[in-house]
């Protein structure tokens, strides 16, 4: 294979940070790859289209019969699609094994990551494939694969059946109100991960004795099915997972089409599935997992409050894998807030994975970068807060943070309080926040329909009216808008041009560590004095902490989670399940969505 349009070429002899307190058995590599603790900040960066391949450098390259799981010889197309700094993408094409109706799903689109740093000659490295969410927007899985390649390790991510390009007209919601698709989904997918382990042990920068899989949510529960049918798969990550189908898929909000689909299907259908759930329920393939869970090649992470894999299924695969003690709990977490523990995933995951690497391969060095000062880290974290609430986020991404503080008033009391916000497209949002002493906690959105979870801990939501769906500026009175209108105009004066503030405020840098850096902020303004020290993680400058003091009171918060256009899910908007629930009119619930928030508008000030 030639190397196209000047890359390298891949064919071997072608001329061609930490959680404290967190304990774990990969600590030596988990140094090595300790820039992913950032990861959040980096996802525009990762996810650019980068540098585009010239067309026709595409080649196809053919895997002989007996390189094959079954034994079907076949061919697949290889074309660099783009290139950073520190890895490269190939876009992949390659038959299913399982021919289908649906022309378009017979054919595997997948995307191809390996180090920019791969010469001929070099021994064979570990591969991994990832396998997606359920979303199916790709986009984590894009992160891993990215992240795997740039410590050294080359990854894949396909499309599963029916998503994307492998998609009918109606698009892959068939899948979850057709019961035979379904069936058929679970069985393909497990065949064109095993097409997938063919094509990654013909390519000569990976060791076929090295090969593992990782996913996410849905992609865990097919990356723990295909352990137990592939037995080239040789570690295995799984994130938010577990066992027991049935039990999911019965209580899972995210499968209420399907189940009612199986509600109307004739017995001998719900049989089929049934038989289908179970000889893909990673359960079913406990011994292969108990294989790798000996070897120390298995692991699991998995949210403590999961609301829709739940935490006794995550304990029920543990426990017959023979890892149940060594399983890593997200605490105070559930499926989807445990986005704010997703720089200790990434990175964990590309540690454990990085372990095979062979003796003496490192991962493709970090090009030599000027340091941003500590006025432009100021004013750049002043100018996203401004766009918090000015700039909607494009389709498919959200604002998120997720923040706790505690506050000690002059009077000495001290409030310990939360902060969750989650804006996205066409108006959808949730606000938890709280508590507070006048208004407790306060739990509001609207995704399909706005909500309002009540301080008794009931359920409203309302019905009706259609439309577009109201965003948080269309529930505030006008002054409030007019406010932070002012507020996020001050904010930006100051991002965009710190030096015209500099009478008033002093930004300087203090002594940080090997992964933080921390700044100083002195407020001198007549009406306000005041000052915050910020720590910033070193290599993505995401926001860890802010303490202050000033406007008597003092207090710190926490970043939990703190990314603007973030990946996003209709599952971050939707109602929380709480009972009892009532049903009003539209307007209804609108109406008093605005008297919560003109009182918390109020209560702060």
């Known amino acids: 294979m030639t190397a196209p349009q000047g890359g390298v070429s891949l064919d071997r002899g072608d001329p061609a940070q930490q959680d404290p307190g967190m304990t774990h058995p990969f600590e030596t590599v988990r140094r090595r790859a300790g820039w992913l603790a950032g990861i959040l900040a980096l996802v525009s960066v990762l996810l650019a289209p980068g540098q585009a391949a010239a067309g026709g450098s595409g080649e196809t390259l053919r895997v002989p019969a007996r390189a094959s799981f079954n034994g079907q010889a076949f061919s697949y197309t290889m074309e660099l699609l783009r290139e950073g700094a520190r890895h490269r993408c190939y876009a992949l094409t390659y038959p299913s094994p399982l021919v289908t109706k649906l022309t378009n799903n017979n054919v595997v689109p997948a995307e191809y990551y390996v180090p920019a740093n791969l010469k001929p000659g070099d021994p064979g490295r570990p591969a991994v494939i990832c396998l997606h969410i359920l979303n199916g927007n790709f986009e984590l899985e894009r992160m891993i694969c990215t992240l795997l390649a740039e410590a050294g390790v ?17 698009g892959r919601n068939a899948l979850m109100e057709s019961p ?85 299907a004739t017995p001998p259908a719900r049989r089929a599935v049934e038989a289908a759930l179970d000889q893909a329920d990673p359960l ?23 609301e829709v894999i739940p935490p006794d299924c995550s304990r029920r695969l543990a426990a017959v894998a023979g890892l149940k003690d060594r399983m890593i709990w997200l605490e105070g977490m559930g499926h989807y807030t445990a986005l704010a523990a997703l720089p200790r995933i990434m990175r964990e995951t590309v540690a454990f994975f990085a372990l095979d690497l062979p003796p003496g391969i490192s991962p493709p060095a970090v090009p030599p970068s000027s340091e941003t000062s500590p006025v432009a880290l100021v004013g750049s974290l002043l100018q996203q807060v401004s766009q918090l609430g000015s700039r909607t986020p494009p389709p498919g991404r959200c604002h998120y943070v997720d923040l706790r ?72 009175d006008a002054p409030l808008i007019s406010r932070l209108q ?33 700044v100083r902020v002195q407020l001198n303004h007549k009406d306000l004095k005041g000052s915050g020290r910020v720590r910033f993680q070193r290599q993505t400058l995401a926001p860890l902490s802010l303490d202050f003091t000033g406007a008597g009171m003092a207090g710190t918060i ?48």
Not at 164 to 169: A, I, L, M
């Open 486 to 518: 002012l507020a996020g105009a001050v904010l930006a004066a100051v991002a965009a041009a710190p030096e015209a503030f500099a009478a008033y405020v002093q930004v300087t840098e203090e002594a940080g560590t090997a992964t933080e850096r921390v």
């Open 558 to 605: 926490a970043f939990r989670l703190w990314s603007l256009d973030a990946v996003s899910s209709p599952e971050l908007y939707r109602e929380p399940a709480a009972t009892p629930a009532q049903e009003l009119p539209r307007a209804e619930v609108l109406r008093r969505c605005k008297e919560i928030l003109s009182a918390v508008a109020h209560s702060v000030g």
């Open 180 to 264: 035979d698709l379904f069936t058929q989904c679970l069985r393909q997918a497990g065949l064109d991960v095993r097409r997938t382990v063919d094509l990654l042990c013909s390519r000569p920068e990976v060791d076929p004795k090295r090969i593992g899989v990782t996913g996410i949510s849905l992609g865990a529960l097919l990356a723990g099915s295909a352990c137990g049918a592939e037995p080239r798969l040789q570690r295995a990550s799984l994130i938010l997972g577990g066992g027991d189908l049935r039990r999911i898929i019965g209580t899972a909000r995210e499968a209420r089409d399907l189940r009612e689909a199986l509600a109307r």
């Open 154 to 170: 080359p990854a894949i991510l396909f499309k599963l059946p029916y998503y994307g390009e492998r998609s009918p007209v109606q």
């Open 405 to 476: 503080g505690c506050v000690v008033t002059g009077e000495a009391q001290t409030n310990v309080w939360r902060l969750t916000y989650v804006r996205g497209e066409a108006g959808q949002f949730h606000l938890l926040a709280g508590p507070s002493p006048a208004l407790g906690t306060v739990n509001l959105g609207c995704g399909t329909h706005p909500w309002i979870v009540t301080r008794a801990g009931g359920l409203l939501t309302g019905s009706g009216g259609g439309g577009a769906a109201p965003g948080l500026a269309d529930l505030l």
């Open 284 to 306: 079913t393939h406990a011994a292969a997992l108990r294989r790798l869970a000996k070897a120390d090649r298995l692991m699991m992470i998995n949210a403590a409050e999961d």
